[in-house]
Structure formats: structure tokens, C-alpha cells
């Protein structure tokens, strides 16, 4: 349960530093990215969504999900960077339990990782979404890699799938 709980603070320590960016405006980039974006308008237009940026369909599909579910105002963007946010913070405790690293050790990276000054503009700034996304994919990645190096899967569908039962490994 240790494991667990350091995990859930360190989350929630990752949620908490960025409530107050929860009720900022577009900004910036924004109007283009999401406000001004055409692409986006209906989330089930994939054709739509992955020509209207061609070098960042992800992202511009996350912003198509969050329009469809919280509608054209900041708030529910914002909510969404967020929650990507702890999810980092969450698979980066994981990732450091993997290599090996205790929970106290885990605790602290994800923990230093999750108020960090230098995560402001890539989750506090809807434009910065893809960073944040990056960082959810690299990591997903380094799990997925070290599994499959370490011969603990031999068919690839089931590479990722494990970690979902303990925090410890």
C-alpha cells in the first residue's frame, strides 16, 4: 500500500500545483490551435482532425475529444492538461519503480517532477498539450521498451500490459 499511496500524493501534488490554471482564458496560440480550428469542430471527422494538423494529429484529436466533451470554453482544456499531468506523474513513479528504485526514491521524482516549475507553460498553456502528450508517450514507451527487453513478453500485443496489477514493479 506504500507504494500506492506515495503514487496518489505525488499525483495529486501534480493536480494541486495547477488548480489555479484551471480558470485561465485561450491564450496566445490558442486561438489558433483550438479556438479559430476548424478541424476540431466534430471529434468523429478523423479525416478532418488529422489534415488539419498534419504533424500533430494526436494532439489536434485530443483537442476534437475535449470539444466534444467540455465544449469550446478553456476550463475543460485546462481540466484535461491536468489530468495528463498526473497521469505523467503517475507513470514516472512507475517507470521509476521499474528501474529498479525504491518508493521513497519514486516518490521524490515523481513528486519534484509534478510541481516543477518547468512543466507551467506545458500544462498550465493549452497549446502546450503536446509536450505534456510527449511526455505521456515517452514514458509509455520506456515501459514498453524495458518489458520487451527484458524478455517478459514474447508476443506483442501483450508488451505493455504489464504493471497493471502492482505499483511495486
Do not use: Q
Not at 480558470?23 to 496560440?29: Q, R
Not at 507513470?91 to 509534478?114: E, N, Q, S, V, W
Amino acid at each position: 500500500w506504500r507504494a500506492v499511496v506515495a503514487c496518489g500524493v505525488a499525483a495529486l501534488l501534480g493536480g494541486a500545483v495547477y488548480l489555479n490554471a484551471l480558470h485561465n482564458p485561450f491564450v496566445y496560440d490558442d486561438y489558433h490551435t483550438v479556438v479559430e480550428n476548424a478541424s476540431i469542430t466534430r471529434v468523429t471527422d478523423i479525416r478532418a482532425i488529422v489534415l488539419g494538423a498534419v504533424t500533430r494529429p494526436i494532439v489536434n484529436f485530443s483537442y476534437a475529444m475535449d470539444r466534444a466533451i467540455w465544449g469550446a470554453r478553456p476550463l475543460g482544456f485546462h481540466v484535461t492538461n491536468v489530468l495528463l499531468h498526473m497521469l505523467n506523474v503517475v507513470l514516472l513513479f512507475r517507470l521509476a519503480r521499474r528501474l529498479g528504485k525504491d518508493d521513497f526514491a519514486a516518490f521524490a521524482a515523481a513528486g519534484l517532477f509534478a510541481v516543477h516549475p518547468m512543466m507551467t507553460e506545458a500544462v498550465g498553456y493549452i497549446s502546450g498539450r503536446s509536450e505534456v502528450l510527449c511526455a505521456t508517450f515517452l514514458m509509455l514507451a520506456m515501459m514498453c521498451g524495458r518489458r520487451w527487453i527484458h524478455g517478459r513478453s514474447k508476443d506483442l500485443r501483450h508488451i505493455c500490459d504489464g504493471g497493471s496489477k502492482d505499483l511495486r514493479h
